[in-house]
């Protein structure tokens, strides 16, 4: 079942379809571990995004608010 799943991810080449296999049953899990797995990798990813974004914006206000501060006290 496993080895199917290693295989999709590597794109087999030819004609071999290898998330095929002898009985339904695990050709029918390999299928929904594969779906599993794209999703997961799909959360993953927009979580790493929604962080990143989170990040900059928190330096970007650091910086802002620094560069105010800086400058109201130049002007008194």
């Known amino acids: 079942m ?14 071999v379809d ?3 296999s002898v009985d339904q049953l695990s050709e029918t899990i390999a299928r929904i571990f594969f779906a599993v797995f794209l999703i ?9 995004l929604i962080a990143l974004l989170s990040h900059t ?4 206000e650091v910086r802002d608010y620094i560069i105010c501060c800086c400058c109201c006290r130049c002007e008194k």
């Open 2 to 15: 496993f080895t199917h799943l290693g295989w999709s991810l590597l794109g087999p080449s030819g004609e």
């Open 18 to 20: 290898r998330l095929t």
């Open 57 to 60: 914006y928190q330096r970007t």
């Open 40 to 48: 997961i990798g799909v959360i993953l990813l927009i979580n790493m």
